[in-house]
């Protein structure tokens, strides 16, 4: 359907001296445009980063990777989050994997939340694993949860049922 114009091209002949293509050679064409091969999935792009002199009021989210080092008022959601040592973050931070270098003033819900010995805290975190290097500072609780990027859902194990329906039940006095 498409062909490559030499037309353009230094030392190209003029369309007058180029031959016209024949139905012989047609088919030699085909092959070369059918030897286009898929190539392999597209290589993760890279993080987006925020720099240190942004200053951004609203919600983030990504399927990406982001690296903050500026400031940040609202939520965060992504897949791998990075909070700089120069970034101050006030909102709910969500992601599969959460690197604090930086301040944080708001819940931290993660799959794997690290703190560094540079990280600032200031609120509850909820995850599946966790690592605090000494020199952190953190004020709030830690839970754990299996799946702690869905806040609805309860970390309560599944009691037995039938135990459940033997318990005497509280009952409001007249």
Do not use: C, W, Y
């Not at 609202?74 to 040592?85: K, M, N, P, Q, S």
């Not at 973050?89 to 994997?97: F, L, Q, S, W, Y």
């Not at 990027?149 to 509280?170: D, F, H």
């Amino acid at each position: 359907m498409f062909s490559k114009s030499k037309i353009n091209e230094p030392g190209a002949k003029s369309p007058e001296q180029t031959p016209a293509p024949t139905p012989a050679s047609t088919p030699a064409a085909a092959p070369a445009q059918s030897d286009f091969k898929a190539s392999a999935p597209k290589a993760k792009p890279p993080a987006s980063i925020l720099s240190s002199d942004l200053h951004i009021t609203g919600n983030l989210k990504t399927s990406g990777d982001i690296q903050v080092e500026g400031t940040v008022e609202g939520d965060i959601r992504a897949h791998l989050l990075t909070i700089g040592e120069s970034a101050t973050i006030k909102g709910e931070v969500t992601a599969d994997d959460v690197v604090i270098n930086g301040r944080i003033v708001g819940r931290v819900r993660g799959l794997k939340v690290r703190l560094t010995a540079t990280a600032r805290v200031e609120g509850d975190i909820i995850h599946k694993t966790i690592a605090i290097e000494s020199g952190a500072h953190f004020e709030g609780s830690v839970q754990r949860q299996d799946d702690p990027l869905n806040p609805g859902r309860s970390n309560k194990p599944a009691g037995n049922p039938a135990a459940a329906a033997a318990a005497p039940k509280a009952t409001q006095g007249a």
